[in-house]
């Protein structure tokens, strides 16, 4: 209790620290909304600096999410010359809103040219200023912002959220005023994120520079045992790694994050951290704020934590799964069901406009999943599929089945779980099992969306989600307000959206090969790749969707296309050309002396026996061929790198890495996977997936 949010200005801070006026004046912003005066700014930019100062901070920065994905800082000292040769701390309220970083070395997508450098980052008070704490002592205030371009275009991912948070909960004021809900005055849509990685000894990740450069493993044959026992999941935690979870926890509560559940997950050396939910906008602070705490106290535990999707190939890879609630100002959970969902009319319109949204908006949604590293893992069969659908459950499917029938008139309720041991309590089952495999699965009061990629920002993720509901919520809304007879209405509204929609749900095996065949009947979007995904975002529907709500311009949509297509073009490109560095100078000269070595001995064998040994000279039959097709494919790979130069439209460029080159790499590994398994364990040049995955 006594370390939690020390290193944060809280609101018990603020409440202890600012005059009373301005406190309330603040907290009417955070909580309502209102515009921030700069008189206010003033004081609080006062205060905060005395606060860090006590806590030992000499800097503070302007701390931002540019369009990278990962988060940006600028540190400048709170020094300021006095007359006498010494200096003063100061801050000002002007330092507080606005800084003014050069937008031109961020990615803009073509918004800002590099000559026109300049960009602003906004303060947002809606999430809290907090003290960046190193182990050597150096401490830095950090004040959560916004980053916009001269021109006043979004150039980073909180902007984007914080307008989608706006429009959900404009939207759903309106329909639960329908409703007779008078007192809620905000909506607030919450995340929990459950973030999943992966700990490997620093002393191996240092040997691997497919680690160091890409975060995945580009080589790797399959070590004798795997994920097979399952005996990972839940397992004990080994003491090594306790050690680092109890350090992580202490940074992350003094950051005033809320971390709660922790646990070995499936694959070897992976595991899984949880903090509690909060609004979808500080969550996302929290979560970038989780990855690097992560990085760096398992560094300090001569660890290294690995946050992409994928670094090892035919083990489970890492996701995140993106817990998503709508609120009330008021403390109504929207998503809540209660004991009798069937009765429950704002309930089931809220859910009907969550299944609308998701039927309606799948291809945006995957977006929101589409990274590099995530390609090996949607569609790619592994959990979970590329097809998006909704898992709702047996009660709240039976409820739906009876809403698209006229109306709802029951709900199966939940069972006493039969335990059968006299001394064990009886509990309650309920209502509903879980599913998996699901890529969006309802689960109890919210939404868990499952295919966030984990090294991903969640930022992206929930602007999809707040707006596309929103969207729903707005064609509600625009229907029933103008109705007499509200309920009859509502009735036929819902029953409509169930109709048209209810093909999205899916209660099923989401693995299962009929799934996806049953999918494609249903017409539902089967995406395979990012590339294939890209396109979507400037796809008429996507930027009429966005402009209505305020999200994002026409302008701003097809930046953040063209950067995420660049960036998925530069990661496949570095990867490839880092793969045939390491198969050119690493495994090459090792496998082709090998087996000169093998040669040699099979020669001094027959020498000294008079006959050759049979069965050495067919291993070193197979692994000359092996060289010399991995050779092959060597120089295939190459001729793919070199191929992108002949292209020069930028989609044809994201397609050719995809389809031309992260073949060729896939076609390589073989290969190499292949030679490992044939030479000297002594003599292979990097740890292998045995070592990384079980020596911890
Ligand atoms: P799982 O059983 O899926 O592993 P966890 O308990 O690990 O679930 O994580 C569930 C997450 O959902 C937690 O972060 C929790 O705080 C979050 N959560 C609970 N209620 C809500 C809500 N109303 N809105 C958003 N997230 C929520
Ligand atoms: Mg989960």
Not at 55 to 69: N, R, V
Not at 115 to 144: H, M, Q
Not at 240 to 247: D, L, P, V
Request: some cysteine; hydrophobic content about 40%; aromatic content about 8%.
């Amino acid at each position: 209790m006594e370390i939690f949010g020390s290193n944060v200005f809280n609101d018990t801070v603020m409440r202890a620290r600012l005059p009373k006026a301005t406190y309330k004046a603040l907290k009417k912003t955070i909580t309502q909304g209102t515009a921030l005066e700069a008189s206010v700014a003033e004081t609080v930019a006062s205060a905060m600096k005395d606060w860090a100062i006590e806590k030992g901070a000499t800097h503070f920065t302007h701390w931002f999410h540019p369009m990278t994905g990962l988060t940006a800082e600028k540190h400048d000292s709170f020094i300021s010359p006095t007359e006498d040769g010494k200096v003063i701390m100061e801050f000002s309220g002007k330092e507080l809103i606005k800084g003014e970083p050069d937008a031109s070395s961020f990615p803009s997508g073509g918004i800002r040219a590099t000559f026109e450098a300049r960009g602003y980052t906004v303060w947002d008070c809606t999430s809290p200023a907090f003290l960046k704490e190193d182990k050597n002592g150096s401490t830095i205030l950090c004040i959560p912002t916004a980053f916009y371009s001269y021109t006043g275009e979004t150039l980073d991912k909180k902007a984007p959220l914080l307008k989608s948070m706006e429009a959900v909960s404009k939207q759903a004021l309106r329909v639960l005023k329908l409703f007779g809900n008078t007192t809620a005055t905000k909506v607030i849509s919450t995340v929990g994120p459950e973030q999943e990685y992966f700990l490997i000894d620093r002393n191996f990740f240092e040997q691997r520079m497919d680690l160091v450069l890409t975060g995945r493993t580009l080589f790797g044959a399959m070590p004798p045992k795997g994920q097979e026992m399952e005996d990972h999941y839940f397992g004990t935690i080994k003491e090594r790694i306790s050690s680092f979870m109890k350090e992580l926890n202490e940074e992350l509560w003094k950051l005033g994050i809320l971390a709660k559940t922790q646990h070995n997950e499936v694959a070897p050396a992976q595991f899984e951290i949880a903090p509690i939910f909060s609004t979808t906008n500080v969550s996302t602070d929290h979560n970038q704020l989780v990855m690097d705490c992560l990085r760096k106290v398992a560094l300090r535990h001569d660890l290294v934590c690995l946050l992409h999707e994928k670094p090892f190939a035919g083990v489970n890879g890492s996701g995140k799964h993106n817990n998503w609630s709508l609120g009330t100002d008021d403390g109504q959970n929207l998503l809540e069901p209660g004991n009798s969902p069937h009765g429950n009319a704002q309930f089931l319109t809220f859910l009907c406009a969550v299944i609308e949204a998701v039927d309606n908006y799948a291809e945006l949604l995957r977006i929101s999943a589409a990274n590099p590293g995530n390609d090996h893992r949607l569609g790619a069969n592994e959990a979970p599929p590329a097809i998006i659908s909704i898992f709702l459950g047996d009660q709240l499917n039976d409820v739906i089945n009876q809403l698209e029938k006229g109306g709802a008139t029951s709900s199966k309720a939940g069972e006493i779980l039969k335990v059968g041991v006299a001394t064990l309590p009886e509990i309650l089952k309920d209502t509903t099992d879980r599913n998996r495999t699901s890529p969006f699965a309802f689960t109890g009061n919210k939404f868990e969306f499952r295919m966030v990629p984990s090294s991903a920002s969640i930022a992206c993720p929930n602007m999809i989600l707040n707006t596309i509901v929103a969207e729903s919520l707005s064609q509600i809304a625009d229907k029933l307000e103008k109705t007499k007879n509200f309920n009859k209405e509502l009735a036929s509204l819902l029953q409509d959206i169930i109709k048209k929609h209810k093909q999205v749900v899916f209660n099923g095996n989401n693995y299962s090969d009929e799934w996806v065949v049953e999918a494609e009947k249903r017409g539902l979007p089967n995406i395979r790749s990012m590339v294939e995904a890209l396109p979507y975002y400037i796809s008429e529907k996507s930027i009429s969707l966005f402009t209505k709500h305020g999200v994002l311009t026409e302008g701003e949509l097809h930046a953040r296309y063209e950067i995420l297509l660049e960036q998925y073009t530069k990661v496949i490109n570095y990867e490839a050309k880092t793969m045939l560095d390491i198969a050119q100078r690493s495994i090459f000269p090792v496998s082709s002396r090998y087996a000169a070595e093998l040669a040699g001995n099979i020669l001094s064998i027959k020498d000294a026996l008079g006959t050759a040994p049979a069965a050495e000279e067919s291993l070193l039959k197979e692994l000359v061929a092996t060289n010399n097709l991995f050779l092959e494919k060597v120089n295939a790979l190459e001729k793919a790198i070199n191929g992108a130069a002949e292209i020069d439209d930028a989609y044809k460029l994201g397609l050719y890495a995809h389809d031309t080159i992260f073949a060729a790499m896939a076609e390589l590994r073989v290969y190499g996977d292949k030679l490992e398994t044939l030479i000297d364990a002594a003599q292979w040049p990097f740890p292998t997936y045995a070592e990384m995955l079980f020596l911890l």
